[in-house]
């Protein structure tokens, strides 16, 4: 099977590359397990047991995914331990208020160069995106921790933002980028919702751009490269975008150092919680809990997120009926500062989440791919 692009994976970013192929009607084949990668939604419990949310400034992203209700920060409870919590809004945060502003001040300063820097990704790799801003520059190398000292807002980081960033991460925020804690710290101030993926619809907009496999190996040749499907079918391109999670690309294509990957497991359950955690839709734990969120569903039931498999839930809940579970051994790749190349060789691109969080920065990885792909063309 001959085709002038070849998008393996079905997560965002190879979506994305695809949806962006098509509309210059590009000759392209995506190749996948599943689609949706990370966006592991279940129409018929209505829930997500992979990404979560989008934030209202996800242009990208939310060409695939829609919305699916608005997640209220307000309705959240934050628990430094079994004896100390405190909601959103209460005494103890507007005794925190001027370290929030201070905190408000550098998120309103990166977003300022994270918008443009976002824009410079549709064209530009990453590394020279960056490199076009010191600031951001700085950033993507300096540990969280290290920022937030320097800003001077470390206590209302411990009392709420790092459980937030710890919610969308599952990692301390002293093992993670400040470009990666301050990016998902965006969703305390922007409008964020809950999503919900038709995987039939994106399948059926595919048409026959889309077939149902997994490549297993990548072998380069003079006229371009050949893959080869678990099927045992092999296919045939002239240019090459690998989108599958970062150990999965790494594999494939013999890299040496990528990022290391956080573990998130998700319990989706009917239960009485434990009156302690029944006041808010939202619960947020320290990075010192084995457990990361609760997050109260439009049904009434309850996704666990926990960095721990087989924990114990009764610790959150007097009785607790599972429905489903997922676990991710390797949940989103946060951990390191190692760099992955976008354009490895000529005709050979890598897209994903491997340099940043999120979903738009993934389907913006995908596009970016794209765009070289018919700029070729030029």
């Known amino acids: ?120 990704c549709l064209e530009n790799p990453q590394k020279e995106a960056l490199a076009d801003d010191p600031y951001l ?15 001077k807002f470390e206590k209302v980081t411990a009392d709420y933002v790092s459980k937030f960033a710890y919610a969308c991460t599952g990692a301390d925020i002293n ?20 999503i919900k993926f038709d995987s039939e619809a994106m399948a059926a907009k595919l048409g026959d751009h889309l077939v149902f496999d997994t490549i297993t190996d990548i072998v380069k040749g003079t006229d371009g490269y050949t893959l080869t499907g678990s099927t045992g079918t092999t296919f045939e391109a002239k240019n090459i975008v690998v989108a599958t999670p970062a150990a999965v690309t790494q594999k494939l294509l013999n890299l040496s150092e990528i990022r290391e990957a956080c573990r998130i497991y998700v319990y989706h359950v009917a239960a009485t919680l434990k009156p302690e955690f029944r006041k808010r839709g939202l619960n947020l734990f320290p990075a010192t809990s084995e457990f990361i969120l609760i997050a109260k569903q439009k049904d009434g039931t309850y996704l666990i997120y926990s960095r721990e498999n087989d924990v114990n839930l009764s610790k959150l809940c007097l009785k607790c009926e599972m429905i489903g579970y997922k676990d991710w051994d390797k949940a989103m790749y946060v951990y390191g500062r190692a760099y992955m190349e976008q354009e490895l060789e000529k005709g050979l691109y890598i897209a994903g989440d491997h340099n940043g969080l999120g979903l738009e920065p993934t389907s913006i990885s995908g596009i970016y791919a794209a765009n070289k792909i018919i700029q070729s063309n030029c």
């Open 137 to 151: 520059k700085r950033l993507f190398h300096l540990p969280a921790g290290d920022f937030i000292k320097e800003k």
């Open 1 to 120: 099977m001959k085709r002038k692009t070849i998008i393996v994976g079905g997560g965002m970013a190879a979506m994305s590359c695809a949806l962006r192929l098509m509309e210059r009607g590009e000759d392209f084949l995506l190749v996948t397990e599943v689609l949706g990668g990370r966006v592991m939604y279940s129409s018929h419990e209505d829930v997500n047991y992979g990404a979560y949310f989008v934030m209202s400034n996800y242009r990208h992203a939310k060409n695939i995914v829609e919305k699916n209700g608005r997640i209220n920060p307000l309705d959240a409870c934050f628990h430094n331990n079994e004896r100390e919590r405190f909601s959103t809004l209460s005494w103890h945060t507007l005794a925190s208020l001027p370290q929030f502003l201070k905190f408000l001040s550098a998120l309103l300063e990166f977003r300022k160069h994270y918008e443009a820097y976002k824009q410079r």
């Open 175 to 194: 093992t993670i980028t400040t470009m990666d804690f301050l990016n998902v710290s965006l969703g305390l101030v922007l409008p964020i919702h809950q």
